[in-house]
Structures are given as structure tokens and as C-alpha cells.
């Protein structure tokens, strides 16, 4: 399925659309479930479509721009998620604004 499906709640992307609707490439985005920095509701097999709470959308695109900019996705997901403030390490903080 390459098109996006979206209800109140949830949104499904397909493989021609996750760059365009997250910023990232659906093999990225693959990856980062695989190591399990990104958690869409249903996991598939590589290749398929997933299905993602707008929460989740939202982290997986903070995330990417994250990367983009340099920050390792583990790290950066982690400030995805505890976003706007986060230490990065003693006495080290980042804030992230849209």
C-alpha cells in the first residue's frame, strides 16, 4: 500500500510516503523500529505498511530533524520524547522548539 491512510487517531503509511510525511526514508524509519527507537502500533514485515499514533508521528519527525542535524538516533529519540528539555549529559541541556 503506498498511500496514507488517516482516522481521528491513527495514521497508516505506506513505503512512498513516510519520507514525504514524517522527513525521513521508509528504510530510516524501518531501521529505527528495529532497534526499537520508534513504535508504530502494528509491527510488519520490511516493506509493508505501518500504522502510527499522530504521538508517534510527531516523535519520528522531531527524531528525524534531530539526526539531520547531527545527533545519534538513540539520543535523539530520547529527546523526542521528553521534548521541549532534555540533559544530553551533567549539566548539558537542549531544548527543542518547533
Known amino acids: 500500500m503506498t498511500e496514507t491512510i ?9 513505503l512512498h510516503n513516510t519520507e514525504r510525511e514524517i522527513g525521513i526514508t521508509y ?6 523500529v528495529r532497534l526499537g527507537l520508534l513504535k508504530p502500533l502494528h509491527i510488519g514485515g520490511s516493506g509493508t505498511s505501518r500504522e502510527w499514533t499522530r504521538a508517534e ?3 519520528a519527525r ?7 542535524a547531527g545527533m545519534k538516533p538513540g539520543l535523539a529519540a ?14 548539558i541541556w537542549i531544548e527543542v522548539t518547533a
Do not use: F, N, S
Open 78 to 91: 530520547a529527546i523526542a520524547r521528553d521534548a521541549p528539555r532534555c540533559e544530553i549529559a551533567p549539566g
Open 6 to 14: 488517516a482516522t481521528a487517531a491513527t495514521v497508516t503509511l505506506g
Open 27 to 32: 528504510r530510516q524509519c524501518d531501521h529505527w
Open 62 to 68: 522531531l527524531m528525524g530533524r534531530l539526526v539531520k
Open 57 to 59: 508521528i510527531g516523535v
